[in-house]
């Protein structure tokens, strides 16, 4: 009789517990655990240094149109503002030659309208540019590249001036709008936004229902190039409002821009007098400050989207 042998019980295989990710070391990896490079100490230095550089400029010409020009002129130099602010403005703009009033009041006139032409025929355009089927959509965007690639302050001014002189518009602010009024770059902007940021998908959807080309575009693109527009109106204001040489060519001296203003008041009353000119220079950045202030987040974001997309 043969006897069976039971089968041995087999021992559980052992668990192999995953390898441990290697420590990292506090201070010496530079990548976040989400891919954001962690700033090191020469990073901020470099930052803070490159801060100072920034700002310095600015705070120079506080300090010297707070004081006098003898302060300017001595060695070393004042670092600290004085109490002569206040008075220097007073003078700048009750003077009748300088007529800084009269100055500021034409360039936010100027300005105003080529930023808001800029922004609203760009937002049109890329729009068409980049969501719109229609014949000859290349030919025109080349156009449009083709345009940014002529420098207009050096090849078209000559041109340009004779057309003034033609429609007789010399010394009228609409010999300065009317050249700004179309931005190729503005276009390019906002056709490559508007590639990225508003889905075929929507634009069919709203078509279903019924919307119009006018209705699409001022119901869904435009909510959705809001960050866009505020980064190439803040670009626009900027440029126009630091035009000099067109101005210079087209207005006189009774019907200034602030720039001209400026040069004026440097050149007829002020023309030894450092804090003066400092005191007009102040007074015509004060609007582009203001505007950093207010839409800085704003500014900071549509760049930021920009580059993400």
Sequence with gaps: MSTATAPRPTAPAQRTSPPKPPRRRKGKDPIESDG?????VMTRIGLAFVAV????PLYWMIVIASRTTGDAADFPPPFLPGGNLGEHIQAAFAH?????????RNSFI???????????????????????????????????????MVPLQQLGIVPLYMIMVELQWLDTLQAVILPFLV???????????CEQAVPDEI?????????STIGIWWRIVLPALRPAMV????????????????????????????????????????????SMVFTCTLISIIPIAILF???????????????GK
């Design 36 to 40: 954001v490079f962690a700033p090191t």
């Design 53 to 56: 550089l920034s700002v310095f």
């Design 96 to 104: 009748p030659e300088a007529d800084l009033l009269l100055g500021l």
């Design 110 to 148: 100027i300005t105003g309208t080529v930023t808001f032409s800029v922004v609203l025929i760009s937002t049109l355009g890329g729009f068409a540019f980049a969501k719109l089927k229609f014949r000859g959509s290349k030919l025109l965007m080349g156009t449009v590249l083709f345009s940014m």
């Design 183 to 193: 931005n190729g770059f503005g276009i390019f902007l906002m056709r490559q936004y």
């Design 203 to 211: 634009i069919e959807a709203a078509r279903i229902d019924g919307a």
């Design 231 to 274: 980064v190439l109106g803040l670009l626009t204001f900027m440029l126009n409002w630091n035009e000099f040489l067109w101005p210079f060519m087209v207005l006189s001296g009774e019907n200034p821009t602030i720039q001209l203003a400026i040069r004026q008041a440097s050149t007829a009353m002020f023309s030894a007098d450092l």
């Design 293 to 307: 202030v207010v839409f800085g987040r704003q500014i900071v974001h549509g760049i930021m989207e920009g580059s």
